[in-house]
């Protein structure tokens, strides 16, 4: 996995880049402690990258029920005992601190604050960090699968309400992170090669202006065209999105408790391969 880390101000930025699914997560960093935003299921890269910077992991924040992986936030938990932050409308299952719009709380001097910005799904927020120590504005915005570079997240994952949720997405575009200052950065959740998105650009961050300039779904006229625009000619659904999003509401087994994998020898594999009731799932790593 790809690593990439940005200061801003007094706080630090370290993205974690996994290429095989375009998805990136986050550590966002004080002087002593961090928060992990949107992690994926290894959570060892998190744990070393925190040490490494001499941080406490107290925070893990979930922008919304990740439909294309399943999510590390059990596991950090269990690891580190850190807060759990989730959307209070995802339902989930398991203890966390459950935030809706207008809700905030602090990493040191970081102030972060709750936009619900539902649209790629039901249950979408984004986290708003102001340092307090040296301004009064939204320095970034970890803002999932709302707004990417170049593009915006898909609303057709759930049968029978991608046009409901593609006019919420405007709003939450245009009503919310749009008002956002220009400077403000933005860290999507996905990149290039995702199918979370339809045309997401090669960067991987970007900010709210150049967004507003460029971003062609940005730049659709009105809500109707939007709407059209995003409900119409997306590429294919993986089946596995929808059991993922219920995994990580319910909370993923951890990876201790799961059965260990267990190496087959050559002559029992092709026995194995006689009866048609095996799957062979072929993994390039």
């Known amino acids: 996995m790809a690593q990439t880390r940005w200061e801003v101000l007094n706080l630090i930025v370290q993205q974690i880049f996994a290429s095989g699914i375009a998805h990136s997560s986050y550590i966002l960093g004080g002087n002593n402690t961090c928060a992990v935003i949107d992690p994926g299921r290894d959570i060892d890269i998190y744990m070393d990258a925190a040490a490494q910077m001499g941080w406490g992991i107290t925070h893990v924040l979930e922008t919304h029920l990740h439909a294309d992986f399943i999510s590390g936030h059990m596991e950090l938990l269990e690891r580190t005992g850190a807060s759990l932050v989730v959307p209070r409308s995802a ?166 408790d799961l059965l260990p994998l267990k190496a087959i020898p050559s002559e029992e594999f092709l026995g194995l391969l006689d009866d048609p009731e095996n799957i062979v799932l072929d993994m390039l790593l």
Do not use: W
């Open 91 to 256: 339902n989930c299952k398991f203890d966390a601190m459950a935030v809706s719009e207008g809700d905030s709380f602090e990493i040191e001097d970081m102030i972060i604050e709750v936009l619900e910005t539902p649209g790629h799904t039901p249950e979408h927020v984004s986290y708003v960090v102001t340092d307090s120590s040296r301004a009064e504005v939204p320095v970034c915005v970890f803002c999932g699968d709302t707004l990417f570079v170049g593009d915006v997240g898909r609303p057709d994952l759930f049968p029978g309400k991608a046009e409901e949720l593609a006019s919420k997405l405007y709003d939450s575009l245009h009503g919310k992170l749009l008002e956002l200052p220009d400077f403000c950065e933005v860290y999507p959740a996905h990149g290039a090669g995702s199918l979370c998105g339809r045309a997401m650009a090669a960067k991987r961050s970007t900010t709210i202006g150049y967004e507003r300039l460029y971003n062609y779904a940005l730049n659709i006229g009105n809500r109707e065209n939007f709407i059209r625009s995003l409900t119409e000619n997306m590429p294919a659904t993986p089946d596995h999105f929808s059991r993922c999003s219920e995994v990580n509401r319910i909370g993923p087994e951890l990876v201790e």
